[in-house]
């Protein structure tokens, strides 16, 4: 087990917030995630939050409020931070919507990227590994969510393989990868050309291609200036109901993307997971 | 009444959190404060949040939750920036203790700062006037409340004229600004060197001195680390006990100065001052 550092701990809803970092082998470089441990004992249910583009684990610990629920039902909440920094990649801090802070959650196959930026292993494998040896969870007992960027990470990491994480939502994610302005950049630069690749990272196309988990919630706000252009409701709505994949889309009037909305609607995600986790 | 620019507005918990900036008379300068109108019509009872040093009106309405209180109580949260910003008064960008960010909630009477930090007029008159013409609250159920220095402003404006709030708390404030180093170095500057003078803007002091409200709740972590040095609740404690000035004042053990136990206590902080405005 690697050795982690301690770089933050707050008291918060009687339990703790705590941010760590460690020299994670599957990214070849030192990797945050943060915990909120509710006051319970555990072994307790895990949610995993993922991240949108251009954040830390950061955003997500100060600005949604969801200790408070993760306090209220007993949830430990891990966010990882959402991608690699600091591994010398080739253009990885050149923009905003490709490398650092934009991993898309992909294991990358082709170079440069494929050295560090293998998010799946860290997340599902590595991560999933250390955070069982160190905190009160139950392994069996584990969820997965996530916004926008980060909510596309929740979708295709449960849709790639169902036995990971026994409940699934996402807050206004990109629901079809291949099939928007992002993934379009970003999936040939980590993927290289063959579209079948880019299929497997995308959640409408996963659904579309069979993978099945036993229910998904999507919360999406109406006046998010995302919602045509990149994330796409429409796309996962019709893979479900072409596939039979049950799925819960609420419609929001007038909530944009930000974490306005996340703050809006975590309650009720942990609420969910809480339910489903026991 | 002057022209308010809408430089934000987002749904959030049913209502609209909103920020606006104005030219502002009292201070003569352009001033940014937010409101949180919740979902219930108006006239609502509304409550002040003024934040501490280095803040801005940001901080408290991203990262402390309130206003699913306030949308839960039907509470307007008002919460104005910390001090004038862009006037260029000599020294008032040089340290981040005094001058932008770091008013102390003060009316000035000393040159440089006399001309542009009014901030108690700007507060308790101007700007309540704007909110009371703009936004769906009831002027006569008003409380104020504030975090560290904005504690201290909580403080000291409602005890230096208790007809303007019906209703105090704070939540880590400095209670003694006369005898902490942050005082130590700002009042002089701000008021000249009269001690008389700055004992009018020292929550002790002013309750040593006969000010009265009918009672104030503060809440304190215990693992603040500036809880000797700058806060010191034991004099408020001491002031309002000789006094017969009725006080909560509740300590809690593990919370450090920052959101983290702002976001855990601001919920029953909305719900105290709900049930006194009615």
């Known amino acids: 087990m690697p050795q982690l550092t301690r770089e933050e701990a707050h008291r918060c809803f009687g339990g703790t917030q705590e941010v760590f970092s460690y020299a994670s082998e599957a990214t070849g470089s030192r990797m945050r995630f943060a915990v909120y441990t509710p006051p319970q ?59 650092e802070g934009a991993s898309y959650y992909v294991d990358a196959t082709a170079a440069p990227w494929a050295k560090h930026y293998r998010m799946e292993t860290w997340i599902t494998e590595e991560l999933r590994a250390v955070v069982a040896a160190h905190f ?105 109901a072409a596939a039979g994949q049950p799925l819960t889309l609420r419609r929001h009037e007038g909530y944009d993307h930000g974490y306005y909305f996340v703050a809006s609607v975590i309650g009720a995600h942990v609420a969910w997971h809480a339910e489903r986790l026991g």
């Open 136 to 240: 009160p969870v139950d392994p069996d007992r584990q969820g997965i969510t996530g916004h926008s960027m980060g909510g596309h990470g929740a979708l295709v990491l449960a849709l790639r393989d169902p036995s990971r994480y026994r409940s699934l939502s996402a807050l206004s994610p990109i629901c079809a990868l291949s099939r928007c302005p992002w993934g379009e950049k970003a999936l040939p630069a980590l993927l290289g050309d063959d579209p079948a690749a880019w299929a497997r990272w995308d959640a409408a196309a996963l659904i579309r291609a069979g993978a099945r988990v036993p229910e998904i919630l999507v919360d999406q706000g109406m006046a998010d200036p995302f919602l045509e252009g990149q994330l796409k409701p429409e796309l996962l709505e019709a893979a479900c």
């Open 41 to 99: 004992p555990g072994p307790r249910p895990a949610l995993w939050f993922l991240s949108g583009l251009t954040c830390t684990e950061q955003n997500v610990i100060t600005k949604a409020g969801a200790q408070r629920a993760c306090a209220e039902h007993g949830v430990v909440l891990i966010c990882p931070d959402t991608s690699p920094r600091g591994t010398q990649t080739p253009g990885d801090t050149e923009s905003w919507d490709l490398g």
